[in-house]
């Protein structure tokens, strides 16, 4: 080449008459968009999401956690109805793309803790759809919707989470506090402004003198479950991680955001999960404060509490007949009663399915003359309201069952984890299942915390990191030789008294 001629770069995109290639396609799908808006913009953000699934899952589970917390506040304010799937979508991806990511890398499939009672769960819920002759679609559906926390979780389970991860998760987590926080600070200053741009229709009333407030949510119910969550999320991390004044301040702010959403199921369950935390972590200072407080709290709040008892008991005892909580609650018992071992099958009692697809059921039952039953979105606003009868109703008393001890195994894994010698990060893991299936417990009386947004989105993420922590999943695979010799160990260790006493078994 001759001194100074000047060099022609490589690269056969660059080659002279074909440099427009890629302006030109970047071109036609801006003009695609504009043009075709809802078919386009879908098809380019499932692009960068698969492809942030393959190489950035971790961040993908974030973002599936989000869509589910925040996915009916986007819908409300989006009245797109597609959006409404957003958290669907996200979960199938996940439940797509992670398992198989693992098993390119080599290895074998992770399984929740409590797995064969969940798959249990799921088998019964099928089987009472094909005895009772649900159609397959409803039935398809129905089983998607009431599993997909399970779904969601075991995906997640399938990623490997070391301490810096989950450190970094944490911090994300104090930032959507923080946001969800100054949007509450924002529902105080400006509430009727507020309650005009997020809330559902009707979702707000008062209570005590005070709206309920709402926060970047769009009903009181999610902003109490997602508060009361974050508050236990924060006491666990104080006992198990370190004590700093951020973590005391946003502790307090959101128990205080979870009692202003003046919902019983978020205050009974923040309540009785902190105290159940303090039991195990057996803090008798703080546990001998609230024996002193909580009867001077009783004396001076005796007014509200009375009118808030005298309320409960009208609703739920006074008026059982017509209550949708309560009349859901006792037929789904009868009804799993009546067709036990079976249930009425997936997308027939209680879930959402159910509604959208009014159910034979409900028409069997009179439930258009309900209040808050009825067949359309205004009058069945309460056909979701609550969990056990989705559970109970659809896979009878063994699926229920079988859900039930699911999360038993869940919680004593998350139990051994706490109680372990692994880092702190992983112990505040443990600890925080823990905390959150109590929470949750008490909270699906009223909510159907296990299977709606917002909330199951963080508990089966939780679940899944859980499993991929604990000692059991991520270390070696054993054979079913030993895990038959570690059983007889653990019976050996059971029933073997000390060397001064009589041996029982040797």
């Known amino acids: 080449m001759a001194y100074g001629a000047r060099r022609q770069p490589r690269g056969k995109f660059l080659i002279p008459g074909r440099s427009w290639i890629w302006p030109g396609l970047v071109f036609i799908v801006c003009v695609a968009a504009v043009v075709w808006p809802i078919v386009v913009l879908p098809v380019i953000g499932g692009a960068l999401l698969l492809a942030a699934a393959v190489f950035l899952p971790r961040t993908t589970v974030g973002l599936a956690v989000l869509a589910i917390v925040f996915v009916r506040t986007l819908e409300h304010l989006v009245p797109i109805e597609q959006l409404g799937y957003l958290d669907e979508a996200m979960v199938v991806l996940c439940a797509v793309v992670l398992p198989l990511r693992r098993l390119g890398q080599g290895h074998r499939l992770r399984s929740l803790p409590g797995q064969g009672w969940f798959v249990a769960f799921a088998v019964l819920g099928f089987a009472s759809g094909v005895v009772a002759g649900v159609t397959p679609t409803i039935l398809l559906l129905g089983a998607f919707v009431l599993c997909k926390g399970l779904i969601f979780g075991w995906a997640v389970a399938q990623l490997d989470w070391t301490e810096s991860q989950l450190h970094a998760t944490a911090r994300a987590g104090v930032v959507v506090i923080g946001v969800s926080l100054l949007a509450v600070a924002a529902n105080v200053v400006v509430t009727g402004v507020w309650v005009g ?43 198990t991680v370190g004590k700093r004044p951020l973590t005391l301040f946003l502790m ?96 027939r009692f209680g879930s959402q399915v159910a509604a959208e697809n009014y159910s034979p059921e409900y028409l ?54 706490w109680k372990s010698g ?50 059991r999943e991520t270390g070696p695979g054993r054979t079913p030789e030993e895990r038959i010799a570690a059983w007889r160990d653990r019976l050996r260790v059971r029933f073997v008294r000390s060397r001064d006493s009589r041996p029982i078994l040797r």
Do not use: C
């Open 197 to 239: 741009l997020l809330a559902e229709k009707g979702a707000v009333d008062n209570r005590f003198g005070f709206a309920s407030l709402i926060g970047p949510f769009v009903h009181p119910l999610d902003l109490g479950a997602i508060m009361t969550a974050s508050s236990i999320a924060l006491l666990a991390w104080r006992a």
């Open 422 to 471: 692994a880092p702190p990060l992983m112990r505040w893991v443990g600890l925080l299942v823990t905390g959150w299936i109590v929470v949750y417990l008490v909270e699906s009386i009223g909510n159907a915390v296990f299977t709606g947004p917002p909330a199951y989105g963080p508990l089966f993420a939780l679940f899944g990191i859980v499993a991929a922590v604990s000692n």
């Open 364 to 417: 069997a039952r009179g439930y258009p003359a309900i209040w808050g039953l009825g067949t359309t979105q205004l009058t069945g606003q309460f056909l979701t309201d609550t969990e056990w009868p989705a559970l109970v109703g659809e896979t009878g008393l063994l699926g229920a069952g079988a859900f039930l001890l699911g999360l038993v195994a869940v919680y004593r894994r998350g139990h051994r984890l």
């Open 252 to 347: 307090i702010a959101t128990g205080a955001a979870a009692a202003l959403s003046f919902r019983r199921t978020a205050q009974s369950g923040l309540l009785v999960a902190a105290v159940w935390l303090k039991v195990k972590l057996r803090d008798t200072r703080q546990l001998l404060a609230l024996v002193i407080v909580v009867p001077i709290a009783v004396v001076l709040l005796f007014g509200s509490l009375q009118m808030l008892l005298s309320l409960t008991y009208d609703d739920y005892i006074v008026g059982a007949g017509s209550s949708a909580r309560t009349v859901l609650t006792t037929d789904s018992f009868s009804l799993a009663v009546h067709r036990f071992p079976f249930g009425a099958g997936f997308g």
